[in-house]
């Protein structure tokens, strides 16, 4: 069975015809002649061998059948613009070269990474800042997703835009007081990634150096929390990480404002930045 008229782009225009029930507004609308519209709606017809429309004075409305037919248009003209949007999308997600931190790409974006890594042009998981602000300045990457004040550190021009601010929070298997400040530090044993890592780079600049805990640095492929066995013993980390640990008997703290880390999107082009933010629906 062949459909010799029912294209793509007679479905388009017979829905237009619908929706301004009227003929001669649809041509003005698609800068072709009424005539034209006319005989396509026909041909259509013929081909269903069905009326769509009743045609009057005042204009055409639908008929039983053209409301079905209406609907179908509808949803396969739909279904083909979802689909060439996704080859798209695909297509462009092999120029991305993105980085981050490993706590966003298993958390905040975790859906994004976990579907689209093999179709991502590459892709830098790391906890070491230096590390992926050099990749970002040598061009290696072209997008980072990063703490908004290491932005003075890139080079070369690129485009920024906030994506998401997200608390942090101490976790031990003790329960802390209702209220944290400073001089709590000073009671605690504390296990972080190297200096190079965000967090502890902000614990070091926010906490005043005579209540500075004591700081045992850990390995980048280690869980910090599988160190933690005395009550005065904690981690730091992102409020999306802690979902996974919640029901593993440990207390979670949730530290002052001053901690927030503000997530902000760098890349070298607005597509690339329009990529990464139309497949999570952040724009």
Not at 85 to 95: F, G, I, K, N, R
Not at 187 to 210: D, R, T, V
Request: charged fraction near 20%; aromatic fraction near 12%.
């Amino acid at each position: 069975m062949t459909f010799q008229h029912l294209s793509i782009e007679n479905m388009q225009l017979f829905v237009t015809v619908a929706d301004n029930s009227s003929i001669s507004r649809s041509a003005e609308q698609l800068f072709i002649d009424a005539s034209s519209v006319s005989r396509k709606i026909s041909l259509i017809e013929e081909e269903l061998s069905n009326q769509l429309f009743i045609r009057s004075n005042q204009g055409v409305a639908l008929t039983d059948t053209g409301i079905i037919f209406y609907n179908f248009c509808q949803e396969t003209l739909k279904n083909l613009s979802e689909l060439f949007e996704h080859l798209s999308v695909s297509s462009s997600l092999s120029q991305l070269k993105i980085g981050t931190y490993d706590s966003v790409s298993v958390g905040l974006y975790k859906d994004f990474f976990s579907e689209n890594f093999s179709k991502i042009g590459a892709v830098k998981i790391s906890n070491q800042i230096d590390n992926l602000i050099q990749s970002f300045n040598n061009n290696q990457l072209n997008t980072l997703i990063i703490d908004d004040e290491f932005s003075k550190f890139l080079t070369g021009n690129f485009y920024e835009k906030s994506l998401a601010k997200e608390a942090f929070y101490l976790v031990s298997h003790q329960k802390f007081a209702n209220s944290f400040d400073s001089k709590n530090w000073k009671q605690l044993e504390l296990f972080l990634n190297p200096k190079s890592c965000p967090i502890h780079q902000k614990l070091l600049a926010l906490c005043p150096k005579e209540n500075l805990p004591k700081i045992h640095e850990i390995e980048y492929t280690a869980s910090p929390l599988s160190f933690l066995v005395s009550s005065n013993q904690a981690t730091i980390l992102p409020e999306s990480s802690l979902k996974k640990y919640a029901s593993e008997n440990f207390y979670f703290q949730k530290l002052p404002e001053n901690f927030n880390r503000n997530l902000v999107i760098f890349s070298r082009t607005l597509s690339d930045q329009e990529l990464f933010l139309r497949k999570n629906n952040t724009q």
